[in-house]
């Protein structure tokens, strides 16, 4: 089962940019359809963005379509997540996680997770 770390969260004003990167290990990355969710506090768990083992699909939730990019990088093992134009509402610990076969919205279709990295957007 591949391991996931999460880095690159921290805090930034509304309007600005942040990426964050999810290194894996303990797979063949490349057989992994790769996600980022995010949790705030007391909200459930919300799916981000989603990137299939080649990169050439992706899709994303409507609240970060335009502003969020998610890429990957398979000759490092690590997925990243660029978020432009950055809201307080983008205020969250995300998380990476890894499945196979199809990108998926649901949380529980993923079996590896990353600890996360904390984003905080201010006004």
């Known amino acids: 089962q591949v391991q996931l770390v999460e880095s690159g969260g921290g805090l930034v004003q509304a309007g600005g940019s942040l990426r964050v990167s999810c290194a894996a290990s303990?797979?063949?990355?490349?057989?992994?359809?790769m996600g980022w969710f995010r949790q705030a506090p007391g909200k459930e768990r919300e799916f981000v963005a989603g990137?299939?083992?080649?990169?050439?699909?992706?899709y994303y939730a409507d609240s970060v379509k335009g502003r969020f990019t998610i890429s990957r990088d398979n000759a490092k093992n690590t997925v990243y997540l660029q978020m432009n134009s950055l809201k307080p509402e983008d205020t969250a610990v995300y998380y990476c996680?890894?499945?196979?076969?199809?990108?998926?919205?649901?949380?529980?279709?993923?079996?590896?997770w990353g600890q996360g990295t904390q984003v905080t957007v201010s006004s």
């Open positions: 996680a890894a499945k196979v076969l199809l990108i998926s919205t649901h949380p529980n279709d993923y079996k590896s």
């Open positions: 303990g797979g063949i990355f490349s057989n992994y359809v």
């Open positions: 990137i299939n083992w080649s990169g050439g699909s992706t």
